[in-house]
């Protein structure tokens, strides 16, 4: 009998039908009373909600008093992520530790500020007594991302001082969840590994070793990776570390902070958000793309039918028929994505490395060409380019991840952008975030029973 709790009923279905046509509201209406859905402009420039000292995402510029598109840039802390990632390669060491310190502090380390905070962190990689088999290995999820909110949210049970928002408690518990989001992602896939009939490897993580070099090492089951694949793997996460309030998860933060709640249900809030095909989960979205277009097509160097399969793509003919070209258009940027420029230097090397430089060759052909196609297909408000989402899951799986950790990579990183905009809004804001919904239904009498 309880199998009625999985089954869509015809009565279910029934309900649905009425509650389709009750919530429909018309698009002219938006219109009317000028509403900007997802809380942007026509040209995809966001409803201003909030002030940031953490980062920036910039798309325009002013050129004669007016607002024009122009290249992006990201800057973490006013500090341009290339200069940041062009300063931790050409020194040879991992950025990630140097660039959560900057998110969270607000202040870039000297040697031995980023020594102690890379120590602080490696102490905290460690979960509570008997987590692992207790809550990650008891019915494990196929979806990586429901495993890590599930494990966020038991923490709050071994926190005696969990719902203490104070700075300093509050960025102990952020501590804590950076440095264990490896752990908890890395593990989660095991178990659900295991659980298909796969062996179970844990490993724990090594102390003296960056966060791109452990989660290579808790991943693999001989622990061993080579110096490019942890650099390219650490350049990853910090691109992914942050974007600014607006993105849905971090304002999903803001917005679950604001209420006063404790940092583990924010924490669950933000990794619901990211766990959406629109948000964090667009990169798998772009691999299976590629998996399908690469059975489809004969000729990975043909223009014409790479551009064909394109086509039919915005039509709705191929891959899962949503009229879209992963990986290519974003909501803020419009000339260029800096993140996706700045995985691709790293791309093609990695794909000469890994034997992948005719997959690579087709993922250049699809950036080639997808702008054009779409601005034909499409009225266009902005221009529309590569975001980091087309390159990522490239690169995750010439890096042998599993697809059911490329989400959970993007939360392993953009935690620390989280904690940052958690402890923002616990010193700045003042007031529960509350936007303004117009209700369109109209007034009506309540009949009797009799009556309907």
Not at 17 to 46: C, F, P, W
Not at 109 to 127: H, I, N, Q, W, Y
Not at 422 to 445: D, G
Request: hydrophobic fraction near 40%; aromatic fraction near 10%.
């Amino acid at each position: 009998m309880e199998d009625i709790i999985f089954e869509v009923t015809p009565q279910v279905e029934r309900l649905a039908k009425i509650a389709v046509e009750e919530d429909a509201i018309s698009q002219d209406l938006y219109t009317q009373h000028n509403v900007m859905r997802g809380l942007r402009d026509l040209n995809g420039v966001g409803v201003l909600a909030g002030l940031t000292n953490i980062s920036e995402v910039r798309a325009k510029e002013m050129v004669n008093g007016e607002k024009v598109p122009c290249p992006g840039e990201l800057f973490y802390r006013g500090y341009n992520v290339k200069d940041l990632i062009h300063g931790f390669l050409s020194d040879t060491r991992f950025g990630f530790e140097e660039i959560a310190y900057l998110l969270l502090i607000g202040q870039l380390p000297d040697a031995r500020e980023l020594a102690d905070f890379s120590e602080e962190l490696a102490e905290r990689r460690t979960l509570p007594q008997n987590f692992l088999r207790d809550v990650i290995m008891k019915a494990p999820s196929k979806d990586i991302m429901i495993n890590l909110s599930k494990s966020v949210l038991t923490l709050y049970s071994y926190d005696e001082k969990a719902d203490d928002t104070s700075v300093s408690n509050v960025l102990r518990q952020c501590l804590n969840l950076i440095s264990q989001f490896p752990m908890l992602a890395v593990y989660s896939y095991q178990a659900y590994s295991h659980a298909g009939g796969g062996s179970l490897y844990i490993h724990q993580p090594s102390k003296d070793l960056s966060t791109a070099e452990n989660i290579l090492r808790m991943l693999r089951p001989d622990t061993n990776y080579s110096p490019f694949e942890a650099m390219v793997l650490d350049m990853a996460l910090v691109l992914h570390m942050e974007h600014g309030g607006g993105n849905n998860s971090s304002f999903t933060t803001r917005v679950v902070t604001s209420s006063g709640t404790d940092t583990y249900s924010v924490v669950a809030a933000a990794l619901g958000s990211l766990k959406g095909p629109k948000h964090g989960g667009a990169n798998i979205k772009v691999v299976k793309m590629f998996d399908d277009m690469k059975q489809k097509i004969g000729d990975w160097t043909d223009e014409d039918e790479v551009g064909a399969y394109l086509q039919n793509l915005l039509e709705k003919k191929e891959f899962d028929r949503s009229g879209l070209i992963y990986g290519i258009g974003h909501a803020i940027y419009s000339i260029s994505d800096p993140r996706a420029e700045i995985f691709k230097r790293f791309v093609r090397q990695l794909a000469e490395e890994k034997g992948r430089s005719d997959e690579f060759a087709l993922y250049s052909l699809v950036e080639k060409l997808a702008p054009d196609i779409i601005s034909k297909k499409r009225k266009m408000y902005k221009g529309v380019n590569t975001n980091v989402d087309f390159y990522s899951g490239f690169v995750y799986s010439m890096l042998d991840l599993p697809l059911e950790l490329y989400t959970p990579m993007f939360a392993v990183a953009r935690i620390v952008g989280w904690s940052a905009h958690r402890l923002e809004e616990i010193v700045s804001a003042e007031k529960i975030i509350r936007p303004a919904y117009m209700e369109t239904c109209p007034r009506r009498q309540y009949p009797p029973m009799t009556l309907r």
